[in-house]
Structure formats: C-alpha cells, structure tokens
C-alpha cells in the first residue's frame, strides 16, 4: 500500500464538472445470464430484480450494483464470443444526468440513440471504450432507477449486505499500444479524472495507469499491452471489475469457501495488498484489493 | 523493392478502386491514403469499398477529407458533427489511423479562434474511443487557418495528443515559405507530410492556387520544383519526422493514363527521393524510435 495523503493532495487540483458521486452499476452483456449469475452469487452477490420487458436481472450486494443483461440485441459483437461475458457498461452516479449528458456530447462523446439502450430506461449514455457504455445516473437517492423498469424478486432481501465489506474500487480497461495519453486526455477532459503518479499503486496488478475518479471514490488502470503483444491484434476494452476489501485474506478465505477460486502462481497470488480470481466462463476475472474505504468513499 | 517511407494516393489514379490498389500494390507501395469518395461511391456499396480495401493487403495511411468543419453555430454545426462522426466510422471501419481535416473555407465560418479551438477539440474527443488521430491541415484561401503556422497554432491551444498537422509541401512551396518557419513545429505535431511537385514557375495566389492546386500537381521531381521538395523533405526529416510522405497529387493528365503507368512514376519519386535524400532506405528495426531532433 501507498501513502493515502500522497494520492489525496493529487486528486485535490482536479475539479468534479459533472458532480460525479461513484458507480451506480456495473453491466455485463453475455449469452450465458445463468451461468454468470450463478459466479455472481458466489461473489456475494444476490438477484434483486428482473427488468419488465427485457433479459435483464439486477444483482446486488452492499452498495454495488451488477446488471446482466442478456437481450440479444444489446450483446456486443466485436469483443469476443458472447457466451463469455463482457463488461459492457459504467454507469456513473451523476448530480445532473442530463446536463452532465449534453455537456459531455458537446466536448465530443458519442451519444447512444435511446432505443438503443440497454435497460428501456430514459438514462442518457455515451460510448466508452470498445464497445462499451457509460450512462449517467441521478436518481441514486431519493428513489432508484430500478423501481421504474424493473420489478422485485419476491420475498428477497433487496438490500444483502457485502461480504467483507466489498466494495467497487475500479474497473481495468486495456488499451491499446501508445494509447495511455489519448485516453487520461479522454477521462481528464470529459469526466474530470486525474491521473495518479506512477508510485501510486494499489493490490497486486500494479501495471499501467491509474486514473482516480473526481469524487475519489474509484479508479480506472489503463493498461498497454507489452512485448510482443504490442503487435497482436486486440480490440480495447474494459477487461475486470476491482472490489476493495478491508481485509483481503479474510475475504478471499470466505469466498474460497462458496466456491471462488483465486489464482496461486509465483507471481500472482493472494496477499495482504491483493488478489485476482482464477478466470471464469472464459476469461471473466475478478480483482480484490485492500482498502480502507472510509479513506477515499466519501464524496465531495 | 517495397516502398515503406512514401505512400500513394487514390486520387492519383484513375479508374474502379479495386483496380487502383492493385495498380498500387505492383508497383512496391505498402501504403494509401483514401479518399473517403472512392468507398462510399464504390459500386458495391460502402460494404463493398471497405472490403476492397482490406482485402487489397495495403495499409491505410488515412482517409481524406474532412472539409469546412470547424467554427459553426447552431444547426450547421450539429450537420457537419454528423459527417464527422460518419467520416470517423469510415475511417476506423477502413482500418485507418488518421482523418484528415482541412481548415474552413466557408462564408459561414466563424473566425473566433476559441471556437475554432472548442470544435477541433470535439472532433478529437470524437476520434479517441475509435483510435483515430486528427490532421488539420492549413488551406491558403481557408478562413480559419491558411497555412501550416496558424492550423499549428490553433491545433497547440487545443491541446490534444491526438490533434495534430497535415504539412502539405505544395503550400509551403507556393507561398514560398521558409524552410526554417517548420522549426517551429515539433516532430510530434506532424501526423502526416504530403508531397507534391507542380509544373509552373511561380503561382499567383487564390485562383492560380485553386485550380493548380487541384488540377497540376505531379509527382516529386517531375515538376519545376524537385529541388525545393529536396531540401523541404531533409528539413523534415531533419527534424525529426519519422512517418509518411503521402504523394498528394491530382491531375487532369493521370485521370487518363492506366493507373499502373501513374503509379510507376509515383515510384520513380519515391526511389529519387530516397536515394537523394531521406536515406531511410537501409531500416534498423525500430531506427524510427530512435531517431531525433537535429538540434540534440
């Protein structure tokens, strides 16, 4: 772990333009809803609520959020075969959706036609890395976006506590060769990150660029790839979900116990700092990370 | 012999585009530079000039041309964000790194730099989710920036590292612009370097220019001008630029010549310039990376 003040004086000079106040969900497109569902539980995470109209189903547990959405039409085409889940989208908790919507699409973000979106919900989105979305989000409070489209599980706990208090940390997007400027350029100028220093690292994955969010309550790595893989063919994308967790080896013994598997090579393995999870359904990895999350979660 | 440093142009050649790539790829070139006309007005359909394209085994050196973009208001900025955007897809469905963007000509162009600077701006955004990089290129008779000195300035205060020039040598040699005013601009900031020769002695500014600008153009050394491109390429390269010499020429003669003749004289230019000037010819891997400013 780094020095926490460190990283705080840094996020300090940026400014928050679109009063961004965390990640409302988290999407993954897939061919597969049960089988992910099923890995999701493991993690701790529980189904809340089923869309209306749509294959879309609302997982939960503490304060996260995954939607899987498994309409035919929203699966991406290009990424990889759909039966391995892709992280298809970010929604971001927002003051004014919006505003924050037209501000951003007038710096030049993609817009995403309505009917086009994932969830039939009037939430205004953009296009993100690959083919991925970001939707804007601010009704996070007073009552939930979920009420509207979706329609409870019976007789199921809507608000299931996180196991080791888990928490979304970040998101890793891999990019391509001598893209790392382009994008901290896309995320500083739209969204108001602020690209951390190098000696900044969290977990275990310490390669790449991280970027913090302008609330300082979750980061995005931006990762090159390296080598000879510099000259492979790769689409970018957003490729892992990084939980934070107080307590890394306590929570990776509780969820070893439903079922989840963590990688244990000499090089990648469980410790205080981090831990990533075996990969499943194809390539689906998750990430845990130690942290304090008092030290950074709250919003300003 | 494969030709690495200089690419060709479709414009260049006449004929279906299937014919010219071919015509492109016999005689050694690796590389082109689309005109977004020749896929969309393919008679296949845009699928069809796309698939063209990348079946044809040739990179894309870019796609042109973006025209009268920047410094609108209203309604007719929204129109040309659509074409943009279109223009944007074509280009990375074409597997393209690059849009270029020719400075504003239009009356209703508004010459207030910070608009100018917000749209360059947008157009950048735009591109990166799609990995393309923008070349703005200054026009003589654009209103908005009318040579590479003021597109670079305007592409400086934007301030995007995925905004950058297109250096035509064509107006510096017109506007009989000093060499040493490229200084000014860093090898970074050039994302594209076109040359062309002409056949007169001198140009009279604004109609002369139209007109010889896109009907007299020819090959490097095959006008009055191959020394002056000499000496312009050396500069260039001397300061440290590392990527393509696009043949931007377009001519009413080449329209009617087999493009295999055209294109063998584009490769008459490149082998003088490379044997006369850049030198590039004997590649150390990754020498690019390497290289560096003459001034170091």
Redesign the interface.
């Given at each position: 772990m780094t020095n926490a003040l460190e990283y705080e004086a840094v996020a300090e000079e940026g400014t928050n333009p679109l009063g961004i106040s965390g990640i409302e969900f988290i999407e993954f497109a897939t061919s597969k809803p049960q089988a992910l569902g099923s890995l999701l539980e493991k993690l701790g995470f529980r189904p809340i609520a089923r869309h209306r109209s749509r294959e879309v189903e609302l997982y939960r547990q503490g304060s996260m959020n995954i939607v899987v959405n498994s309409q035919p039409a929203d699966l991406p085409h290009t990424v990889r075969p759909a039966e391995t889940p892709v992280l298809s989208a970010v929604a971001l908790r927002v003051s004014d959706a919006e505003a924050a919507f037209q501000r951003v699409r007038?710096?030049?973000?993609?817009e995403i036609p309505v009917r086009a979106r994932a969830m039939e919900l009037n939430i205004p989105a953009i296009?993100?890395?690959?083919e991925s979305l970001i939707y804007f989000v601010d009704r996070h409070e007073e009552f939930s976006i979920y009420d509207i489209d979706f329609r409870a599980i019976p007789s199921v706990e809507k608000k299931p506590a996180a196991i080791g208090d888990l928490h979304f940390f970040g998101i890793v997007q891999y990019i391509?060769a001598d893209?790392t400027?382009?994008?901290v350029?896309?995320y500083s100028?739209?969204f108001g990150f602020t690209r951390l220093p190098d000696r900044v690292r969290f977990g275990i994955m310490p390669k790449g660029s991280l970027l913090q969010s302008p609330c300082r309550s979750f980061f995005l790595q931006l990762i090159e790839p390296e080598d000879n893989a510099r000259y492979a063919a790769m689409e970018?994308h957003l490729q892992r979900i990084g939980f934070g967790t107080s307590d890394v080896m306590a929570t990776a013994a509780l969820l070893e116990k439903r079922g989840i598997e963590f990688l244990a090579s000499e090089k990648v393995h469980a410790n205080d700092r981090g831990a990533l999870t075996k990969p499943c359904l194809g390539g689906v990895i998750f990430e845990f990370v130690h942290d304090e999350a008092a030290i950074h979660s709250k919003p300003r | 012999m494969i030709i690495r440093d200089f690419g060709m142009d479709t414009a260049s050649l006449a004929g279906p585009l299937a014919a010219k790539l071919a015509a492109v790829r016999r005689a050694g070139f690796s590389q082109v530079m689309i005109s977004a006309s020749e896929v969309v007005g393919h008679p296949d359909g845009v699928d069809g000039g796309i698939r063209a394209v990348r079946d044809s085994g040739i990179a894309v050196t870019g796609l042109e041309t973006l025209r009268d973009f920047e410094g609108l208001d209203g309604k007719l900025r929204d129109y040309k964000m659509d074409v943009a955007?279109s223009m944007l897809r074509l280009c990375r469905a074409l597997g393209g790194r690059l849009l270029i963007v020719e400075a504003s000509t239009s009356s209703h162009a508004n010459t207030d730099a910070d608009a100018i600077v917000r749209d360059l701006?947008?157009?950048?955004?735009?591109a990166?989710?799609l990995?393309v990089r923008i070349a703005f290129k200054g026009v003589s008779w654009s209103r908005t920036a009318s040579n590479f000195a003021s597109a670079g300035e305007l592409v400086l205060r934007a301030d995007?590292?995925?905004l950058g020039l297109a250096i035509d040598a064509f107006d510096i040699l017109t506007a009989q612009i000093p060499l040493d005013d490229l200084d000014a601009i860093g090898p970074e900031q050039m994302f594209v370097v076109q040359l062309s020769d002409f056949q007169w002695q001198t140009l009279h500014p604004t109609a002369d220019n139209a007109a010889t600008k896109t009907r007299y153009r020819v090959f490097p050394g095959e006008g009055a001008h191959g020394e002056e491109l000499a000496a312009f390429v050396g500069k260039v390269d001397a300061l440290g630029y590392a990527g393509t010499y696009s043949f931007d020429v377009y001519n009413d003669d080449y329209q009617q010549m087999p493009p295999d003749v055209v294109v063998n004289r584009a490769r008459r230019a490149a082998e003088w310039l490379e044997e006369t000037v850049l030198r590039r010819a004997l590649p150390v891997p990754n020498m690019a990376h390497l290289r560096r400013p003459a001034d170091d």
């Open positions: 007038d710096m030049g973000a993609w296009h993100g890395v690959g391509g893209r400027a382009d994008w350029w896309f100028q739209l970018e | 955007k701006r947008a157009l950048a955004t735009l990166i989710p990995g995007c590292r995925n």
